[in-house]
């Protein structure tokens, strides 16, 4: 096994070296990247994507045989550790077993667990998308660990007693090995509490920048009150009193219509 991994080892340096001094061997490794890509995507579209339509694409620089070889060398240096757990997949592992703490089995109860669980896992999923921007948290941090924070996270703003949360953090300890109240664990939800912050100021502050140009841009209130307060002026009395007096104004037409007061027109030959 030892000599299987430095032969490896071996060969993926190689093919480092090489792709720095070639630079078609560096295109090669790009377009077999692209092929493992599209393997490991959900898209319809990258399922049409074989090595035959990389080498039509690349106006066949490249044969298939090497695409398909650059493939192997490719998952040789990686080990075939090709699908990495992400943060948001083990959230739904640790939300699965925080729904097993409640042993409430009537109809209202498992609606009220069901509503739970559903608000647990939006807000879990909305801190771990903030965090992706985060270099921090998405890189620095192990994705188990930002998953378990935005669970910890999602639950401390849900009415989940006290015996449910000593109970989760229990089977988070006896099954994952993670302990919830570390050290790591606490400066995660911090974290995620200040992404969250962050990202919700910018969000406000946009909306309220556009609003602002959207009302400038149609008329303006100039009041002491908030806008929401304001109101428009009544109507003076010598006002009221023109407008009562007054004979109404016969409608004259609009400066962009044309009535026509001819007959049809014929065009001479």
Same mark, same amino acid.
């Not at 083990?90 to 097993?100: E, F, M, Q, S, W």
């Not at 042993?103 to 739970?116: I, L, S």
């Not at 209130?221 to 007054?246: H, I, L, N």
């Given at each position: 096994?030892?000599?299987?991994?430095?032969?490896?080892?071996?060969?993926?340096?190689?093919?480092?070296?090489?792709?720095?001094?070639? /630079?078609?061997?560096?295109?090669?490794?790009?377009?077999? #990247?692209?092929? *493992?890509? +599209? %393997? @490991?995507?959900?898209? &319809?579209?990258?399922?049409?994507?074989?090595?035959?339509?990389?080498?039509?694409?690349?106006?066949?620089?490249?044969?298939?045989?090497?695409?398909?070889?650059?493939?192997?060398?490719?998952?040789?240096?990686?080990?075939?550790?090709?699908? /990495?757990?992400?943060?948001?997949?083990?959230?739904?592992? #640790?939300?699965? *077993?925080? +729904? %097993? @703490?409640?042993?409430? &089995?009537?109809?209202?109860?498992?609606?009220?667990?069901?509503?739970?669980?559903?608000?647990?896992?939006?807000?879990?999923?909305?801190?771990?998308?903030?965090?992706?921007?985060?270099?921090?948290?998405?890189?620095?941090?192990?994705?188990?660990?930002?998953?378990?924070?935005?669970?910890?996270?999602?639950?401390?703003? *849900?009415?989940?007693?006290?015996?449910?949360? &000593?109970?989760?953090?229990?089977?988070?300890?006896?099954?994952?090995?993670?302990?919830?109240?570390?050290?790591?664990?606490?400066?995660?939800?911090?974290?995620?509490?200040?992404?969250?912050?962050?990202?919700?100021?910018?969000?406000?502050?946009?909306?309220?920048?556009?609003?602002?140009?959207?009302?400038?841009?149609?008329?303006?209130?100039?009041?002491?009150?908030?806008?929401?307060?304001?109101?428009?002026?009544?109507?003076?009395?010598?006002?009221?009193?023109?407008?009562?007096?007054?004979?109404?104004?016969?409608?004259?037409?609009?400066?962009?219509?044309?009535?026509?007061?001819?007959?049809?027109?014929?065009?001479?030959?």
């Amino acid at each position: 096994k030892n000599n299987n991994i430095s032969s490896v080892s071996n060969k993926h340096s190689e093919m480092v070296a090489e792709a720095k001094r070639d /630079a078609s061997v560096y295109q090669l490794i790009g377009i077999s #990247a692209l092929f *493992l890509a +599209a %393997k @490991q995507s959900d898209n &319809r579209a990258s399922a049409d994507v074989d090595a035959e339509v990389l080498a039509r694409v690349s106006h066949m620089s490249y044969s298939i045989d090497e695409i398909l070889s650059m493939e192997t060398t490719l998952l040789d240096a990686l080990h075939w550790r090709l699908c /990495a757990p992400t943060a948001l997949g083990v959230a739904h592992h #640790a939300i699965a *077993l925080l +729904a %097993k @703490q409640d042993r409430r &089995r009537d109809a209202r109860g498992e609606e009220r667990q069901r509503q739970r669980m559903d608000s647990v896992i939006d807000f879990a999923r909305l801190q771990i998308e903030l965090s992706a921007s985060d270099y921090a948290i998405s890189v620095l941090r192990r994705p188990s660990t930002t998953a378990l924070a935005a669970v910890l996270n999602s639950v401390e703003l *849900l009415d989940f007693t006290a015996r449910e949360k &000593r109970s989760f953090g229990r089977s988070m300890s006896e099954l994952a090995r993670m302990d919830v109240r570390s050290e790591e664990m606490e400066e995660a939800r911090t974290e995620l509490h200040r992404v969250f912050d962050r990202q919700s100021e910018d969000v406000m502050s946009r909306a309220t920048l556009s609003s602002s140009k959207a009302d400038k841009s149609v008329y303006t209130v100039k009041s002491s009150r908030s806008p929401v307060d304001a109101r428009f002026a009544t109507p003076r009395s010598s006002d009221r009193r023109r407008r009562k007096g007054s004979r109404p104004r016969k409608q004259k037409p609009s400066p962009t219509s044309v009535e026509p007061r001819c007959g049809k027109l014929k065009l001479e030959p």
